[in-house]
Structure formats: C-alpha cells, structure tokens
C-alpha cells in the first residue's frame, strides 16, 4: 500500500504560464546584466540552484554564495508578480485526485516533490491556492541533485508517518524523465504525466510504473495498492 504520495509541481500541479523561467530571465539580466541569459538554460526536471550554477559558469560569474542569495532574493519578487500577470492554471485532475487520496480508508501523506527553491514552490502553489494540502516536502534548496532532494524527502516522509518506509511504500508522481529518475533513485514507484513537455510515449521510454495523459486518466486505487 502507498503510504507517501509526492508530487512535483511544474507541469504537473500547475501551468504557470512560463512565470519561473521568465522571472529567471528577468533576474539574469536586472541583476547580472546578461540579455537573454535563460536562453540556453535547461529548465524542465531540475533544480532552482542548478539551473543557476548554469547560468553563472556560462557568463563567468562567481558561483558564491552571495550571488546565489542575491539571484534568489530578486527572482521570488519577479516571480510573485509574473504569476499575477500570466494566465497559468491548475492542471487537469489535480483536485479531484488529492481529494480521492485524502478519502482513502488509510489516506498517505501527500507531499511535494520538485526542483523549485521552498519559497517558489511556496509562491506558485499559494497564487493557485494549492500549498495546504501538501503536508511535507523536498526542495530545490536541500540540494542541487534532483535524486538526492528524492533522498531528502523520503527521509522526512519516513519521520513524520513514524513508520519505516519501503520504497515501494511511495508514488512519485512528475511530468519528466528526471521525476521517473527521482522514483527510481529511493526505489520508489512512479506516476509519468504527459501535462508537460514529453509526450506519454517518450515518458513510457524512461519505464515509469505508469504513464498517462493527465492526472484526470488516473484510476485511485490502481496506483494506492
């Protein structure tokens, strides 16, 4: 039985219109001076912090720690005002399937799973009126690697159900082949969404336990038993 659901957000919970890489742009070029800087930045199964050692090595800026607090501090003010002028959404079958895992006789713990630095996430998911029903989750800042932020999250889901969690115990669910890398990294089961960029058969490539088209094809108790 599922006992921890973790969802990634981007692509998955919401379409923001493009509000975080286009507030990556802003950044790049308000405070570092580089037009077009997010042009050649890989985007989509990532974390914040890596997208952004990108950024810096690309333009010869030092990747410190300074400048790092210095992009994100800028980036979660742009973000907070793109995500009011963009017409982003919450994906198909996100509500009716949080609510179904919150009826089942013994209901996981629903949590988050994504790149986004904890504030974004944060950002993104109160404009769309998301971020209370996630009790936990693993964040772009607890680590630059993907796999290892699954690590992070597994660990805290284990600690707050006070049980040992196996790993088939957990659905990863995610819109990406790095979200199918991240199942696979805590031996965990994982649920491949084609509401991104990758269409169900380039995600059926990466062996997904499932593969579909929306949240919306999802059938409850086939992915919770």
Request: charged share 20%; hydrophobic share 40%; proline share 4%.
């Amino acid at each position: 039985m599922v006992r921890v659901v973790l969802f990634d957000i981007d692509g998955t919970l919401i379409q923001s219109g493009g509000a975080g890489e286009k507030a990556f742009g802003r950044v790049c070029e308000i405070e570092f001076g580089v037009l077009n800087g997010a042009a050649q930045l890989q985007f989509a199964g990532r974390t914040d912090p890596s997208i952004v050692r990108d950024f810096f090595q690309q333009h010869d800026i030092a990747p410190t720690a300074d400048n790092f607090q210095r992009f994100f501090d800028r980036y979660v003010f742009l973000l907070h005002h793109l995500l009011g002028e963009l017409n982003g959404s919450v994906l198909s079958g996100v509500h009716r399937l949080i609510h179904e895992l919150g009826t089942l006789p013994r209901p996981p713990l629903v949590g988050l799973l994504t790149g986004n630095i904890r504030l974004g996430a944060q950002i993104k998911l109160n404009h769309y009126g998301l971020w209370e029903m996630f009790r936990m989750g693993g964040f772009g800042d607890d680590h630059e690697d993907r796999n290892q932020v699954a690590t992070i999250a597994h660990e805290r889901a284990g600690r707050m159900i006070r049980e040992p969690l196996k790993g088939d115990q957990v659905l990863v669910i995610g819109d990406t082949p790095r979200d199918i890398e991240c199942a696979r990294a805590i031996r965990a089961r994982s649920l491949a969404v084609a509401t991104g960029k990758y269409s169900v058969a380039q995600l059926q490539q990466e062996s997904p336990t499932w593969a579909v088209e929306s949240l919306g094809h999802v059938c409850i108790d086939e992915i919770c038993s």
